[in-house]
């Protein structure tokens, strides 16, 4: 730029000199001649070639450029040089680009890309055959026009995005698909669709097949507890040396009836694809029904009591299957009474059970003040059969599958199972529900 600055002032200064020259020589009136008529010419130079740039640019084509002439020569020079360095620069955004869709293309998964208006902005060849999109005719259409399941609607406009959400295609009914939303830059979203139709056979070809085998023990198991509870009920039945063993078969008898009992009812949780009930639950009522029931098993343990605490807010309620969450609720419950043992300087182990909000979010708490829990067992507690300690286990009565049954049936109510733990202080089970279920209740004054 400096050089062509340079040129144009180099030229008027000439200019100058020649007429002053002129004037000195042949008077006022020549030198002004001369010099209007190169201030002219050079003006008139600048026009064509602003109108030669003015021409080029209705067509840009490298090939083409005018050479251009004196200080015009520099500003085409400039000009070819940038048009070069962006095609190049175009060039290689165009190859990433078509680099960005092969690789997105070769993706199992389907992508959509959602405006701050969840309107269709872009979405790749798997999302179009996975969810009937067609980019073409359906850019810049709201989502849900095109998926009108009423759940992914509510998953969409909730704005937690932290599980993912199975839906079953309407296009193709054998088709599972599991459909998660990532928030992203200028309010935008990624959906991710994923084919789980596969993993969702072989799942329940596993489930089909615990839930045979279980209901196949089920009777040769009741059998058995039965004559062996008949002999020992017997005088004289059994021989006095062998009660012992007698006693043993029984409870391990009732162990594994209640195991298959446990894998049932998870088999039938996980069974349930559908989504539960979504009738209003009475959490003041049914949390008095959980402390019962765990007043009455800590009576039932050996050498163990416990005070069992209730805190309760009146004014929240919770919209979903009663029978699920009473069974949920009633696990964590009976699993503290069972792992919190007498306490040696008040005579009792306590358990508080509390339901309120937190952050706008219900919370279902449990703590005790029991044995608590490694740090790098927490993770593993929900998997089926994991245990901490199974000889403890063993005798407390548990059966290794309570927690598990708690995460499917908070999974189902689109809630989490939240876990804390020292050891030797005692554990917090929390189980937190979205606001989308949360009913509030306007409690009756007396005057």
């Known amino acids: 730029m400096l050089d062509i600055r340079w040129k144009a002032g180099l030229f008027v200064c000439a200019l100058i000199v020649i007429s002053l020259f002129l004037w000195l020589i042949s008077g006022a009136t020549a030198a002004l001649l001369v010099f209007s008529t190169g201030l002219l010419l050079y003006l008139s130079s600048h026009i064509f070639w602003l109108h030669q740039l003015r021409i080029w640019f209705k067509a840009p084509d490298l090939k083409v450029i005018p050479e251009g002439f004196g200080l015009w020569e520099d500003i085409f020079t400039m000009l070819l040089k940038y048009e070069r360095n962006n095609k190049l620069i175009q060039t290689k955004l165009n190859s990433s680009l078509e680099l960005f869709n092969l690789a997105t293309s070769a993706m199992p998964d389907g992508l959509v890309i959602l405006s701050a208006g969840n309107a269709i902005e872009w979405c790749t060849p798997n999302a179009e055959k996975q969810l009937g999109l067609n980019l073409t005719t359906d850019k810049n259409l709201p989502i849900v026009n095109l998926i009108r399941d009423s759940h992914f609607i509510a998953y969409l406009y909730n704005g937690e995005y932290d599980l993912p959400f199975k839906l079953q295609s309407w296009r193709n009914p054998e088709l599972i698909l599991e459909l998660q939303l990532v928030p992203f830059a200028n309010q935008q979203k990624l959906l991710i669709s994923r084919d789980m139709t596969q993993l969702e056979k072989v799942d329940i ?135 919190t043992p007498e306490n040696k300087t008040k005579g009792h182990g306590e358990i508080f059970i509390s339901w309120g909000l937190r952050d ?43 927690l598990s049954i708690v995460k499917h049936i908070l999974i189902r109510h689109q809630a989490k199972l939240e876990i804390s733990s020292r050891l030797g202080l005692g554990s917090t089970f929390s189980a937190v529900f979205p606001k989308s279920r949360i009913v509030h209740v306007a409690l009756a004054t007396t005057t």
């Open 205 to 339: 070809m596993r489930r089909d097949f615990i839930a045979n085998v279980s209901h196949e023990l089920r009777t040769p198991l009741t059998v058995v507890g039965g004559f062996l509870e008949t002999l020992s009920d017997m005088d004289g039945a059994v021989p006095a040396s062998l009660k012992h063993y007698f006693a043993l078969m029984e409870e391990q008898t009732i162990r594994m009836r209640r195991i298959i009992e446990d894998l049932l009812t998870l088999s039938t949780i996980e069974s349930n694809t559908g989504n539960p009930d979504d009738s209003e639950i009475d959490i003041a009522q049914l949390l008095e029904a959980v402390q019962n029931d765990a007043i009455g098993l800590s009576q039932g343990l050996k050498k163990t009591k416990h005070k069992i605490h209730l805190d309760v807010d009146a004014t929240l309620n919770l919209s979903g299957a009663i029978d699920e969450l009473r069974s949920a609720f009633s696990n964590l419950v009976s699993n503290a009474i069972r792992y």
């Open 360 to 402: 706008g979010e219900a919370v279902f708490s449990v703590r005790d003040t029991g044995i608590g829990i490694e740090l790098q067992h927490i993770e593993r507690l929900t998997e089926r059969f994991y245990r901490v300690d199974r000889s403890r286990s063993r005798e407390t009565g548990g059966t290794g599958l309570g």
